[in-house]
Nanobody, 123 residues
Framework: QVQLVESGGGLVQAGDSLRLSCAAS????????MAWFRQAPGKEREFVAT????????GYTDSVKGRFTISRDNAKNTMYLQMNSLKPEDTAVYYC????????????????WGQGTQVTVSS
């Protein structure tokens, strides 16, 4: 029903910024809450940020508060993650996800996933 494709990852230095994008297919994008997760080598996939279906509410994991901003443009079927003041510990594959309930922070709360985009932050 929903296909998600991430883009915008890359190699940057600590302190730099990146903006990730998640493009969704279908005509029901605005019905879904969305989230970003990330997974570093050897670690479990972890929650990063979430946004309600209309974009009015957001939530973040503590480690990215004040640095990352999640947003969405439902007219363009696209979600974004603006990442500022990047740190080496932000290095991971970042995944876009879609689900029915806002503020769910478990992977089991999301029905659709993108393929991931690599973010590497050097020191």
């Amino acid at each position: 029903q929903v296909q998600l494709v991430e883009s915008g990852g890359g190699l940057v230095q600590a302190g730099d910024s990146l903006r990730l994008s998640c493009a969704a297919s279908g005509r029901t994008f605005s019905n879904y809450a969305m989230a970003w997760f990330r997974q570093a080598p050897g670690k479990e996939r972890e929650f990063v940020a979430t946004i309600s279906s209309g974009g009015g509410r957001t939530g973040y994991t503590d480690s990215v508060k004040g640095r990352f901003t999640i947003s969405r443009d439902n007219a363009k079927n696209t979600m974004y993650l603006q990442m500022n003041s990047l740190k080496p510990e932000d290095t991971a594959v970042y995944y876009c996800a879609a689900g029915r309930a806002f503020s769910v922070r478990l992977t089991s709360g999301y029905d659709y996933w993108g393929q991931g985009t690599q973010v590497t932050v050097s020191s």
